[in-house]
Nanobody
Framework: QVHLVESGGGLVQAGGSLRLSCAASGRTFSSYAMGWFRQAPGKEREFVAIMDWSGGSTYYADSVKGRFTISRDNAKNTVYLQMNSLKPEDTADYYC?????????????????WGQGTQVTVSS
């Protein structure tokens, strides 16, 4: 069983920064792609950023490209999401997820383990 625990969410003013962390249990963290998704109130969950098992390939939603950075530390079984220049429209619950595969995938169906989410609120 794999457990993912997100942290780092909170309230921040527009233009500010936050760094989300996702700590994973299990010895095979480094073999799998990881992703960050978010769900705003009243909206469907959407892809934010994904990274393959090695960290060599990353992909971002157009809405966050240039502002967010996904990274991973396989020695610490942790994936991060650095969020800069935050906007009110970034307000959402943010979830990390572990893929079934080593290569990155945009489809939520590729992810078999999900964290409980951490709330990010950006005030204007």
């Amino acid at each position: 069983q794999v457990h993912l625990v997100e942290s780092g969410g909170g309230l921040v003013q527009a233009g500010g920064s936050l760094r989300l962390s996702c700590a994973a249990s299990g010895r095979t963290f480094s073999s799998y792609a990881m992703g960050w998704f978010r769900q705003a109130p009243g909206k469907e969950r959407e892809f934010v950023a994904i990274m393959d098992w090695s960290g060599g390939s990353t992909y971002y939603a157009d809405s966050v490209k240039g502002r967010f950075t996904i990274s991973r530390d396989n020695a610490k079984n942790t994936v991060y999401l650095q969020m800069n220049s935050l906007k009110p429209e970034d307000t959402a619950d943010y979830y990390c997820a572990r893929s079934r595969y080593g290569s990155a995938s945009f489809s939520e169906n590729s992810y078999d383990y999900w964290g409980q989410g951490t709330q990010v609120t950006v005030s204007s």
